[in-house]
DNA sequence: TTGGCGATTGGCT
DNA sequence: GCCAATCGCCAAT
């Protein structure tokens, strides 16, 4: 997903943005919310790659996932941090003022940014069109990996990925 | 029915 | 760097 563009056709022109960081939760997780089985909120992580799941956290931020296994197996990557490249002043708007570097640098931002909520819930991200969808892109640089960020619980192995050298990447600088 | 808690953020020190 | 805000989820009662 490092370097794929999110298209948000909310507003006119529609909004671009590149994505530089991501967090994979795989199957047997212990970190996932799809570890202990499916649920009413988790629903989305079960279905086919590339839909979308969207959820609420610390009753303040959404966070957009894409689901990433076979229907019925419970995996998604959490996409964390993102580059405008066209909309940046209705992105700036629905974030509530532009903050430069950290616009969409964080996964709550870069929802807020696009006005992500559980509307957008377990909708197909790969169809090149609809509300939201996900258009062809290279990664720039080669891709680092860490552990994940915020876990109380397995942070490993390194399942997060970033764009090297993207100054938009969240949390500490990595390497 | 309940209460502990989280894949975060923003403000303050 | 530390911490409160805020609310939906879900395991346990």
Known sequence: LIGKILVRTIASPELLVRIVETEAYPP??????????ETARNRAMYLERGFSYVYFIYGTAYCLNVASETPGVGAAVLVRAGE???GRDEIARLRGGDSGRDLLRGPGRLCAGLAVDRALDGIDLCRGSGPLWLASGEARAEIGTS?????????EPAWRFFERGNPL?????PS
């Open 147 to 155: 552990p994940r960020i915020g876990l109380t619980r397995a942070p």
């Open 28 to 37: 047997n997780d212990p970190a996932s919310h799809a570890f202990r089985g």
């Open 169 to 173: 990447v969240s949390g500490r600088r």
């Open 84 to 86: 405008v490249l066209a």
